[in-house]
Every structure is written in C-alpha cells, then in structure tokens.
C-alpha cells in the first residue's frame, strides 16, 4: 500500500512537471451568501472546492467542464431556564451544494494573464438540518437533494504560469420540495427561490 502511494505521487508530480498545454486546474475558494436564502436560512460558509478541465482550445478561446462542491453549515446550542428547569436547545444544519457545468475562457491578447469565464450548469444542494428544543423534535429534516440551473461568472489572474487568484459568482436558480416533520406532524413544502453566491480563492494549472 505504501508502494502504491508512492508510485501514484510521482506520477502525479511527473504529470505536472511535463504537462505543458494545462488542461486541468483545481481551486479552493471560500463561498459567501450575499443574503439569508428562506429555504437554507443563515448558514455560515466553510470551503469551495473545484475541478476544471479544458478539452477544446479556439486560439483565446477554451471551452471546458467542471465541477464545483460547497459546503455551508449552521449550528447552535445553549440551555435556559423553563419551569421545570433548565432545558436545552440544540439545533444542527449542513448543506451541500454540488455544481457540475460547462464553461468558456478566455484569454485577453496582450494580457494573458486575466481570463475572463462564464459558465452555465445545475446545481444540486443537499440540506441535512435538525433541531431539538427540550427533546421536543421541533424540526427533523433528513438529507434531501434540491436542484436548479446554475450562471456562473468570473475572471482569474495568473500569479505565476501554474498559480492564479480567482473571483466567481454563482447565480442558482433554486426549487426545494418534498416532506418534512414538525413536532412529530409531516408537511409538504415546495419552495422556488434564487440564491447568490460570491467565491474567491486560489487554483493551480497542470
């Protein structure tokens, strides 16, 4: 096992060194919801990560697909006093937003540097929250998966011939529906909102 750690670096740190047309890149970015989106509510941004990879050069133009995963969470505890005590709130929520898309670059002539992208997909979230007011189960949600189309705009910059900074906007087209239990009661719900999200972070081309 060892051996095949081993082996797999140096063929990945070999593929990097003479990879010359760098057709993939990977990003890590930190994701910031411009507002409280109804359906998630308040979630605090944790980590972006991403894939590209190029597989049709146009001269300034390159036309790619990616994938992008997010991942937000939200939680609180504490204890108070009710009549017959002290009692305790405790509520719990992830949420996971998976982005594959396809996506043109571009390089400005004389300022290769910048490269300007757009990029259009769907977005996938998936919505694990749990809330426990006194062991009273107020709102028991399991993991669901919710979807909508997904415009995605941003511009890198070139640090080094490998290394760049990235900005990028998200704008998700969301709609959740499905089941869930309040106070031991099942609802249905079905909600369409728009989400914006803002990521900026670092990549790195092979």
Known sequence: MKQ???TSAFVFISL???AQDQKWSVEASYPLTFKTAPAIGEINEVLDLGAKYR???LGIFKLGTGINISYFREYDNFTYGSQSGDAFFDYKKNVVILQPKVFGEMEIPGFT??????GLGYSILFNNTYSN???DIVYDLPTSSDGGLNLNLGVSYNLTKRFYVQIQWDYLWMHYKGNT?????SYSYSIRENLNIFKAGIGFRF
Do not use: E
Request: charged share 15%.
């Open 113 to 118: 540097r910048l490269k300007p992208q757009i």
């Open 55 to 57: 597989f049709l050069n």
């Open 4 to 6: 095949f750690f081993i």
């Open 133 to 135: 007011n006194n062991n």
């Open 181 to 185: 239990d309040l106070s031991g009661q």
């Open 16 to 18: 990097i060194t003479y």
